[in-house]
């Protein structure tokens, strides 16, 4: 038998097979979900994942403002941002942030789930996120991904 009949296929982004999800955060904890979309967006429950290139899917977010945090986060959590003049230091709480701009927390913590290099901003570009239900990627035909989480007891 010829041992140079088994190659080693690297998937590069024409031949990666890209699918759309479509996934409902509503009663989702935050981390969970963003560590299953990083996943997905990544490509890592694929077959042929290659780790220096797009071989992910596409994921749709809806109802991200209806994500939970566990515990006191939603008071104690804080996202820090410096404008860059003097005393410019801004500081606003999950809740905050879920009432002015619901998208935000849930692409920051995907967003910290991706590589720091090239690749993680091309693999971001592959999520889109929206406040309610309703979204405008209809015509890829996205399919329902259901990820198992613990809902809200309350």
């Known amino acids: 038998m010829n041992y140079l009949s088994y190659k080693t296929v690297s998937v590069n982004k024409e031949n990666a097979n890209k ?3 479509v996934v409902d955060a509503e009663g989702q904890i ?3 979900l963003a560590s299953e979309v990083a996943m997905i967006l990544r490509g890592k429950r694929k077959a042929c994942y290659t780790p220096h290139s797009d071989c992910g899917d596409n994921v749709i977010i809806i109802n991200a403002e209806k994500v939970i945090l566990t515990g006191n986060k939603m008071s ?3 996202y820090v941002h410096h404008t860059g003049y003097p ?3 801004r500081v ?3 809740s905050d942030m879920l009432n002015r701009k619901p998208t935000f927390v849930l692409e920051h913590a ?3 789930m991706l590589p720091k290099t090239k690749l993680g901003a091309e693999l971001f570009r592959n999520l889109y996120v929206y406040e309610g239900p309703e979204h405008n990627q209809q015509g890829q035909q996205p399919i329902e991904l259901k990820i198992n989480t613990i809902k809200n007891k309350k």
């Open 19 to 21: 699918k759309w999800y």
């Open 30 to 32: 935050l981390g969970r």
């Open 76 to 78: 104690q959590k804080y």
């Open 87 to 89: 005393g410019g230091q």
């Open 92 to 94: 606003r709480t999950v």
């Open 110 to 112: 995907i967003k910290g």
